[in-house]
């Protein structure tokens, strides 16, 4: 190897590096009581339905969110909604956990537009941008709760499951 190469393959390996984290975008995965498990892309996520919250924070300033109602998500994954979620449907529940651990739980009743007018979704902007990275790169909205603690932030996965099993 002449002196010339050494850095012509030191930049070419730090352009491989770099294109290869560039090229990483966020994954959300969808598992348990489902017909069709998914792992969706950030850019699949932007590509469906997106409704729009907005809600103040504890210090009073208000924030606009953006994202994918989360019944949209279970469908796609092939979970049971709308007409035919009943008899022993009605005791499915969706576990939704976060980077750190942190798990909340929604019972699928209260996701459905058949059973409810609140749309629980899945944030993917705040305020017209990216979420922050500590909130992101994905964070539940559930604009009904009194208090934030189901509006789970660092959303990384979300399974189905049923209570009586």
Do not use: C
């Amino acid at each position: 190897m002449d002196v010339y190469s050494f850095p012509r393959l030191f930049v070419l390996l730090l352009l491989f590096v770099y294109k290869a984290h560039a090229q990483q975008e966020p994954t959300l995965s969808i598992t348990g009581e489902v017909q069709t498990p998914l792992t969706l892309r950030l850019s699949d996520l932007k590509a469906m339905e997106q409704v729009t919250y907005t809600a103040n924070d504890r210090e009073g300033t208000e924030n606009r969110f953006k994202g994918v109602p989360l019944v949209e998500l279970l469908r796609k994954a092939g979970v049971t909604t709308g007409r035919e979620l009943r008899g022993e449907n009605l005791v499915k529940y969706v576990l939704v956990s976060a980077a750190d651990g942190y798990e909340v739980l929604y019972a699928l009743p209260e996701i459905d537009p058949d059973f409810t007018d609140q749309v629980i979704f899945l944030a993917l902007e705040k305020n017209d941008a990216a979420l922050p990275a500590n909130e992101g790169p994905f964070r539940m909205i559930v604009p009904n709760d009194k208090r934030p603690a189901r509006w789970i932030r660092e959303v990384r996965h979300i399974t189905v499951r049923f209570a009586l099993r």
